[in-house]
Every structure is written in structure tokens, then in C-alpha cells.
């Protein structure tokens, strides 16, 4: 496996209306869209950037993964996903690292990316997602 590039950078924001002013009306980038996400409660607004992406990532729930890091460590950089060109054969190899997987098998995220965690523990308290978009 060879992580192939940075495909986003998931930040955790209370509230995505707000917070989308400072990069689009002070970055200057541009609105590429925004999803739903229900099984991860989250809402998601994508800022393509060059080649990759910024994802500001909003709950949807008070008991939902975003909210719960929101609660914990407050809002910022959530995670960071690499893209990959086999997602199935990335979550075989960092197991055969020895590395702890928060999903064994690959789920749908956004974007229609199939996507798989790498528990923090294993990866120097960064959450990693690999992420294998067609």
C-alpha cells in the first residue's frame, strides 16, 4: 500500500454557516458543495483546494462522532484522509502493521468515497482516513 495523496483535511466546526464565511469570504475558496451524511451525522461542506480538499464537518446530533469530538477537544482539524487506489488491500496491510483499525471493512463516507479509520492510538493521536474515490 502507498498512500498516493492528501485527499482532505476534515475540520470539526460548530456551526458550518458561520464558519464557511472565513474560508470562502476570506480564503477566498469556493464553495465545491455540501452532503448529508446521516449514518455519521454530520453535514459536510467541500472546499476543493488544488488537487485536494478542506471538509468542514458539522453535527447533525448531539451523540453524533463530530459533536462528541467537538465536546472533547473543541473545534479543529478532525482528521486527515490519504487517498489510496485499493481500500480494501490499505486496511489489510496497516492490520498486517499492526496497526488497530476503527473499521475493519471499508463504509461509504462522503463524497461517495469508500473509507476506512485508522484508530489513533496506532497513528500518533492523528486520525487517519483512508479514503479510495473512483
Do not use: W
Not at 479509520?117 to 479510495?132: A, I, Q, Y
Amino acid at each position: 500500500m502507498k498512500a498516493l495523496k492528501v485527499d482532505h483535511i476534515g475540520i470539526a466546526v460548530k456551526n458550518l454557516d458561520e464558519t464557511l464565511k472565513f474560508y470562502t469570504e476570506v480564503l477566498g475558496l469556493e464553495l465545491g458543495g455540501t452532503e448529508l451524511v446521516e449514518d455519521q451525522k454530520v453535514k459536510v461542506a467541500f472546499l476543493p483546494l488544488g488537487d485536494t480538499e478542506v471538509e468542514l464537518l458539522e453535527s447533525t446530533s448531539p451523540d453524533g462522532p463530530i459533536a462528541k469530538y467537538i465536546e472533547k477537544n473543541g473545534e479543529g482539524i478532525q482528521h486527515i484522509a490519504f487517498k489510496v487506489d485499493n481500500i480494501e488491500e490499505a486496511i489489510k496491510h496497516m492490520e498486517d502493521k499492526g496497526m488497530r483499525m476503527i473499521d475493519q471493512e471499508p463504509r461509504y463516507g462522503a463524497g461517495g468515497a469508500k473509507i476506512a479509520f485508522v484508530h489513533p492510538k496506532s497513528s500518533h493521536r492523528v486520525l487517519v482516513e483512508l479514503s479510495e474515490r473512483d
